[in-house]
């Protein structure tokens, strides 16, 4: 192959073909990446070679034979560099490189590449900082460096992508300040900037910010009060501000995030009474003020139906009732100042009135329901019964569940990704990604992230049921919908009908 690489590269295409120039500049970076070629050189090949790869690399060209898209993901290529021959790519519109361990600095002339829309150089090693002329990048949509060893500041430029609707720049060692230049991010719903050193008050221009969805500003030195209008975030889901040193008091116009779901104030000196127009954000499931100075939660809370998780601990000024919604996972509260009225909580906590409640017996009425439910799905329920018999039960993967297919043969061998739902393979016959956990090693993975952050809405559990992983229904009871996973059923979490 190497010899085959020397005698070919550099060779012209004569008479009319396309010229195969791109194709070229990539079999270059490849051979410095030590990757092998399977291309014919000297040809536009490469731009349908990727289904021939050993590698999970994709390539796609235009009609032109120029090349648009290049992903090359977990490679391990131990001390190499984002090559600058990358640059040379002119019409790219994703190039994503995560996961290869490049070191070295970002280079410049990747701003330089002005159809790019998709750049994802996240897990690995890279140091420097972030190119001054970044806005350049003026198609960009998605930029994602995270987990890298960048350094420096956000900036100015970064904030003049208007076309931006993803940034990702957590897990880094970036400091300074927050540049006025955010208003110019119109389109932004996504913003990660956690896991940082970043300091100073949030700029008034993040109030400009109205597309947000999902907020990350956790683990940071952020200061400053939340006391401008907070309700311009209409569309705001997810917010974490955890680990910070904000403080004052926390504006009553929370009320008008409507779309709220996920809410994290912890690890700061917020004080006060945490207002209660909280109740309108009705589809909160998570809340965390914990680590603070609030001086009283309110008694709307209840009207939260969907709350799965609240924590109010080591808030030393905290005293009186907390009144919750039935059936609240997870509960935190350890100061003795605090106790629960109204509203259950499926861990076991302090009740105020109640002292029979102290042990809420989960076992009990997991019986009760569970003879009620078995009528309903009877036939269904007996069948699987049996299943549940034999002991040596099929442990398929659990993808089948989200409908790809499970790796089979080769395809077990090598992990090409792995996320939070597990570890997934390459089927290059097939050509699609398929499932290498199994379902037990996953659900069990799940059945731990649900029950300590227990914003699933996983009503099953109180039933004896796990919760299940995908959102296929089965059968409905009065208790809800039920799905089958694994031979098993399990309770379909309400984050399926959101
Ligand atoms: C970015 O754009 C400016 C203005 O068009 C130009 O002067 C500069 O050279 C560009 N930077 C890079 C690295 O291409
Ligand atoms: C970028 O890569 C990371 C790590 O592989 C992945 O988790 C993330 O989803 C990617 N981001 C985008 C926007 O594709
Ligand atoms: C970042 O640098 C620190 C020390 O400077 C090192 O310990 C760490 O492994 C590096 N992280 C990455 C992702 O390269």
Same mark, same amino acid.
């Given at each position: 192959m190497?010899f ?5 590269? $550099? ?13 070229n ?19 536009n090949?490469?731009c ?25 993901t ?19 519109i ?19 590449l ?19 002329d ?16 960048l ?60 597309? &947000? ?8 030195k ?30 009553s116009?929370?009320?008008? &995030?409507?779309n709220?779901?996920?809410l ?12 209660s ?12 003020l ?29 005293k009186?009732e ?13 100061t003795?100042n ?5 509203g259950?909580c ?5 009740y ?12 009990a009425?997991? %019986? ?23 002991e ?5 993967c659990?993808?089948?569940?989200h ?5 089979? $043969? ?7 990704a792995?996320?939070?739902?597990g ?15 199994t379902?037990?090693e ?26 299940c ?15 089958? %996973?694994?031979?098993?059923?399990c ?8």
């Amino acid at each position: 192959m190497l010899f085959n690489i020397l005698l070919l590269s $550099g060779l012209t295409i004569l008479g009319g073909v396309v010229s195969a120039q791109d194709c070229n500049t990539l079999s270059e970076i490849f051979l410095d990446y030590g990757i092998d070629v399977y291309w014919n050189l000297g040809t536009n090949d490469c731009c349908t070679a990727y289904k021939d790869f050993e590698y999970p690399v994709i390539i796609n060209c235009n009609q032109n034979n120029e090349i648009i898209k290049i992903h090359i993901t977990n490679l391990y290529l131990e001390n190499k560099r984002i090559n600058e021959k990358f640059c040379k790519f002119n019409e790219l519109i994703s190039l994503e490189l995560m996961n290869n361990g490049l070191m070295g600095e970002i280079p410049s002339c990747i701003t330089s590449l002005t159809s790019l829309e998709y750049l994802n150089l996240s897990d690995n090693a890279l140091t420097g900082s972030i190119p001054m002329d970044i806005e350049n990048l003026s198609s960009l949509k998605e930029l994602t460096l995270s987990k890298n060893n960048l350094t420096g500041e956000f900036p100015e430029s970064l904030g003049n992508i208007g076309s931006l609707t993803g940034l990702f720049i957590d897990s880094n060692q970036l400091s300074g300040e927050l540049p006025h230049s955010l208003d110019n991010l119109f389109s932004i719903k996504s913003f990660d900037v956690s896991d940082n050193q970043f300091s100073g008050d949030l700029p008034e221009e993040f109030y400009n910010m109205y597309t &947000l969805e999902h907020g990350y500003f956790n683990n940071n030195k952020f200061t400053g009060r939340l006391d401008r209008d907070i309700g311009v975030f209409s569309v705001l889901s997810e917010l974490d501000l955890t680990n910070n040193k904000f403080e004052g008091k926390i504006p009553s116009s929370i009320g008008f &995030l409507q779309n709220l779901e996920w809410l994290s104030l912890a690890g700061n000196k917020f004080t006060g009474d945490f207002p209660s127009n909280i109740a309108k954000s009705k589809y909160l499931v998570y809340l965390d003020l914990s680590n603070n100075k609030f001086s009283s939660v309110p008694t709307a809370l209840k009207r939260l139906a969907y709350l799965g998780y609240i924590d109010v601990s080591n808030n030393p000024n905290l005293k009186g009732e907390l009144h919750l919604a039935d059936e609240v996972e997870s509960c935190y509260m350890d100061t003795n100042n605090v106790c629960v009225e109204g509203g259950v909580c499926q861990n076991k906590v302090r009740y105020c009135s109640n002292p029979d409640n102290n042990d809420f017996d989960l076992e009990a009425e997991a %019986e009760e329901e569970e003879a009620g439910f078995e009528d309903v799905a009877k036939d269904d329920a007996d069948e699987l019964e049996e299943d549940e018999g034999d002991e040596s039960d099929d442990d398929t993967c659990w993808v089948s569940v989200h409908g790809y297919p499970c790796c089979e $043969g080769e395809s077990l061998e090598k992990v090409y990704a792995e996320d939070v739902d597990g570890k997934w393979g390459y089927d290059f016959v097939k050509k699609t990604w398929c499932g290498i956990s199994t379902y037990s090693e996953i659900s069990k993975k799940y059945s731990v992230l649900s029950n300590a952050a227990a914003n699933n809405g996983c009503w099953s559990l109180k039933e004896g049921y796990n919760c299940c992983i995908g959102c296929a229904v089965y059968a409905i009871t009065d208790e809800g919908s039920w799905g089958v %996973e694994n031979g098993k059923w399990c309770g379909i979490p309400s984050y399926c009908s959101l």
